[in-house]
């Protein structure tokens, strides 16, 4: 490794010599309209550190998704024979000559391999350098811009130029255009009161209710105000079953926004919701500068609610807390390095190097697609298709704030086109935007109803894949003529694909009993269902389900008692009632909730007899 990295350096210098002159002729890569609700304060500090993250194209893409799509099919040949890790990398890399243009490029800015890192594939690079020599590469001027609403502070331009010659060789360089900001999908908390106590004392004496597809046909009444582990093993029909410790099954969470998960807590919270799992606790991965400062004060109530239920589902499955670091505020007197992109992409640098990574991941956070640049959503994007194609499921919480943002003061309201134009419109999120995720929205109570806040609608990025047009054009017919006209895009990416329980979620923090829900909550519920199948295929010598979307649709059209259909309610936003939960898929719910007992002999019987194709 030594040698070949000396020679690629000494190649690089002797490459320097031959190169066009630095100031050759720029084309602009990408500009944006000021963004709403930011301020330009003052020019950046000349010396402040920012790290560069470029991205060289992957004209190999299109295969890539090609081979996603073939191994995800239930009724394809090569299902489940997902791609190893060198042949997803060797589908996304990049063209030498992109390659070795960009480090030309780079060379003339006295920046060589030793200054850099890659990605393995070679896809990314990321520098870091001085606001000034940015400036100077990037042919632009970074500010810092103030959030009016929150007052964090960011060094951001609005546009930025590459040398005429790299503009097919370079995809997108970042943080230059990108004002989102990340948020963690949880929409209540709060600390159960005396009241709330006595009254849940009181339905734990109350008959069962009956929930015909439900484990034994009925679910405890306590279930109806407070979720626990056992709730959700009834009404999600997987009473009775255990994961193996040993077959390879894994379940990771992700975590981010200086988010840890407290382990006495998750003890106490085993102790009272799950005895048999008592002592037993999970890996933390720090990735990025990620924080677990296990002080008990601190625990992240997010982290905490995605931990206990996630790994209490799922035990004794090994568990992985990922912790990713990577928005330290911008401090503009302290000129400390500071990375301030969006984390998925560091996340994903991550764990794509991973020879194993865990077959079931859930991420509870998002932003408003809006914020988010169209090339750097492509990208990050992509990268959840190459975890999917080597077999890794993904789910996302799929919003908070019904068709809108969540946001009830109409002053604060994101629900306007962020193109100049301040159009109204409907507020997706990504990543469950992204294609290559299944994003998971919410219901509440017993008998299950769509919760109001569940996260729906259609993305204004990515165009519907086929794998949920017939389920989506079918939901869309029944919408009357001209409802919602411009408010959303009939064309894009339906939002969410599935649902779990989401309110009222009973775990503990800080020492203390929570009420907590979002679709936070629903997201690593789903993920634990899906871990449990997963389970159940390896220890029968089955491949993991890995991208979960063709194969839910599949089983929604074939089977549609697998899932249970959420029929009322609607996610109401942006002052629109929003959509209603309705007979099959709809941007409520999905195509609802799991039936554990029912998707576990489809996906360990035998896919095609049971889907009635044989
Ligand atoms: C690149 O790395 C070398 C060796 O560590 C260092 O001397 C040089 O200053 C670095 N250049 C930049 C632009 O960071
Ligand atoms: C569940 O709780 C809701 C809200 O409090 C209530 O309207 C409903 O009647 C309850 N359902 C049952 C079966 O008790
Ligand atoms: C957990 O550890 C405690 C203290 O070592 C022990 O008393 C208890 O039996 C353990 N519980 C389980 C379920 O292993
Ligand atoms: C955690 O944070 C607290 C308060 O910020 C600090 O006092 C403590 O030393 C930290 N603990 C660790 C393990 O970093
Ligand atoms: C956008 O339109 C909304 C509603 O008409 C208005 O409240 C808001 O001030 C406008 N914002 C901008 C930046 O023009
Ligand atoms: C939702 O259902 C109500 C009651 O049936 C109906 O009036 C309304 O038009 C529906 N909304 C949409 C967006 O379909």
Not at 319 to 331: D, L, M, N, Q
Not at 403 to 423: H, K, M, S, W, Y
Not at 504 to 527: C, Y
Request: proline share 8%; with cysteine.
């Amino acid at each position: 490794m030594r040698s070949l990295s000396a020679w690629v350096v000494l190649s690089f210098v002797a490459a320097a010599a031959a190169l066009p002159a630095k100031d050759c002729a720029h084309k602009v890569k990408e500009s944006v309209p000021p963004p709403r609700g930011w301020t330009k304060t003052s020019p950046a500090p000349a010396d402040h550190i920012i790290e560069l993250r470029i991205a060289l194209p992957q004209p190999n893409f299109a295969e890539l998704e090609r081979h996603l799509y073939e191994v995800s099919d239930p009724f394809h040949d090569r299902y489940g024979q997902h791609l190893s890790k060198e042949e997803v990398e060797s589908l996304v890399a990049p063209e030498d000559e992109s390659v070795h243009l960009v480090n030309e490029w780079l060379a003339s800015h006295g920046i060589y391999e030793d200054n850099l890192s890659r990605s393995p594939a070679r896809d990314w690079v990321l520098v870091k350098v001085p606001v000034s020599q940015a400036e100077e590469m990037l042919k632009t001027e970074y500010h810092v811009w103030t959030h009016d609403a929150s007052g964090e502070a960011v060094v951001r331009t609005t546009a930025y130029s590459l040398p005429e010659h790299l503009d097919d060789h370079i995809e997108l360089v970042q943080p230059t255009t990108m004002f989102s900001r990340m948020k963690s999908l949880r929409s209540t908390f709060r600390f159960d009161s005396d009241e709330e106590q006595k009254s849940a004392k009181i339905a734990a004496n109350a008959p069962p209710i009956s929930v015909p597809s439900a484990s034994g046909g009925h679910v405890d009444a306590s279930c109806n105000q407070t979720i626990t582990i056992s709730c959700i093993q009834q009404l999600y029909n997987a009473v009775g079953f255990k994961p193996s410790a040993k077959n390879g099954n894994q379940i990771g969470i992700t975590g981010y926004l200086e988010q840890f998960a407290n382990i006495e807590d998750l003890q106490t919270f085993y102790a009272e919701q799950r005895p048999d799992a008592l002592n037993s606790t999970f890996k933390t991965v720090l990735i990025n500068g990620g924080l677990n400062n296990q002080t008990l004060d601190e625990a992240g109530a997010e982290a905490n609610l995605d931990v206990q239920f996630a790994f209490g589902l799922t035990f004794p499955t090994p568990a992985t807390f990922f912790s990713t670091g990577g928005r330290p505020p911008f401090k503009p007197d302290i000129l400390t390095p500071s990375n301030t992109n969006e984390p998925y992409s560091e996340w994903l640098d991550f764990i794509l190097a991973q020879k194993e990574p865990p077959q079931t991941i859930s991420t509870s956070y998002a932003d408003d697609e809006q914020t988010v640049p169209v090339s750097f959503a492509k990208r990050v994007c992509n990268g959840f298709a190459q975890l999917g194609a080597r077999g890794v499921s993904l789910t996302f919480s799929s919003g908070d704030g019904g068709v809108g943002d969540g946001e009830e003061d109409p002053a604060l309201q994101e629900c306007f086109t962020n193109d100049g134009r301040n159009a109204t419109r409907f507020v997706p999120l990504f990543p469950p935007s992204c294609p290559f995720v299944t994003a998971v929205g919410g219901t509440i109570h017993v008998p299950e109803t769509a919760v109001f806040f569940s996260g729906g609608g259609f993305s204004d990025v990515f165009p519907r894949p086929a794998y949920q047009e017939q389920a989506v054009s079918k939901f869309l017919k029944t919408l009357p003529e001209g409802t919602y006209k411009g408010l959303f895009n009939p064309n894009g990416r339906a939002i969410p694909d599935v649902a779990a329980q989401a309110d009222l979620f009973r775990i503990f923090l800080s020492g203390r009993p929570v009420s907590i829900g979002g679709t936070s909550a629903a997201s690593p519920t789903f993920a634990g269902i899906v871990s449990l199948l997963n389970s159940a295929r390896l220890s029968k010598g089955l491949r993991p389900l890995g991208f979960l979307n063709p194969l839910v649709y599949a089983i929604q059209a074939a089977d549609p008692s697998a899932f249970n259909d959420i029929t009322t309610g609607n996610n109401p936003g942006c002052g629109t009632p929003g959509f209603n939960a309705t007979k099959g898929w709809d941007p409520v719910t999905g195509v609802g909730t799991p039936n554990f007992g029912k998707l576990k002999d489809i996906v360990t019987l035998d896919l095609l007899h049971i889907a009635g194709l044989t």
